[in-house]
Each structure stands twice: as C-alpha cells, then as structure tokens.
C-alpha cells in the first residue's frame, strides 16, 4: 500500500502538478481505515447476496449513496446541515473527511478514523457471521 501510494503521489506530482500530502502517516493511516471499512462492507455484502446479480444489485444500492454523502455529486459544504450530518458518519464522508484532513497537512480529527473503525468492525463482523460456504 506504501508504494501504491508512493507511485499515486509521484504520478500526480509529475504530471499532474498537485503538491505532496503534508502528512503522509495521517494519510496512510486514512486510506488504511477506508479501505478496511469498504471492504468490510463489500464482504457483508458478498456474504448476504445469494447470488452474483443480487450482489452486484445490493452493491449498487450501497455504493451510489455513500458516493452521494461523500460529496462526488454535489459539494457536501453546499448541501443542508442535516444531510451533512449525515455525510461525517457515512463511510465515504469520513474517508474523504480524514483522508482531505491529512493531504492539508493536519492529522484527521478522532471523529472521521472512529467512524471509519465502527464500520470496519462491525461489518467485519457481520461478515464472519453470515458468510457460508457452499
């Protein structure tokens, strides 16, 4: 992972022209935490869904709002407090929360890292418990 992002920040330094994140711990460890929790949840998912359509279904129907609160559609500080609200404790928001949070050179506040740990742990254990093999 250290290297992904190595080659993500050299590639966008080269060409790009976008300056190095201030605290690359902070952003290592926010990327850690985001990938942890969407990959809990694409388990979850997995271990719910009978079959690979319904899957590919449930997954859309999780991704599409999450990607909606965390601001790619419209921008989260235009959108009314309430749905901003919502946006800090989605996924996606607290990724893009802590992960813009480290890129500016301050290590992310304990709200977007905890939210981001919550959805690791308990999709992970959702996960474990439903997941069979067949």
Do not use: H
């Not at 920040?9 to 605290?23: A, D, L, M, N, W």
């Not at 301050?106 to 740990?117: D, G, M, R, Y």
């Amino acid at each position: 992972m250290a290297v992904t992002l190595a080659l993500v920040v050299t590639v966008s330094i080269v060409f790009v022209g976008i300056s190095v994140p201030k605290s690359p711990a902070a952003m290592v460890l926010s990327i850690a935490l985001c990938m942890a929790a969407l990959f809990a949840i694409g388990l979850t998912i997995a271990a719910l869904a009978r079959t690979s359509g319904a899957a590919r279904g449930l997954m859309a129907a999780a991704l599409y709002p999450m990607m909606f609160f965390s601001g790619l559609y419209y921008p989260v500080q235009l959108m009314p407090v309430f749905i901003q609200d919502i946006s800090n404790y989605s996924p996606l928001g607290a990724a893009v929360q802590a992960i813009g949070d480290s890129w500016g050179g301050q290590f992310p506040p304990a709200q977007p890292l905890l939210v981001l740990v919550a959805y690791a742990l308990v999709f992970g254990f959702l996960a474990k418990r439903f997941f069979r093999w067949e």
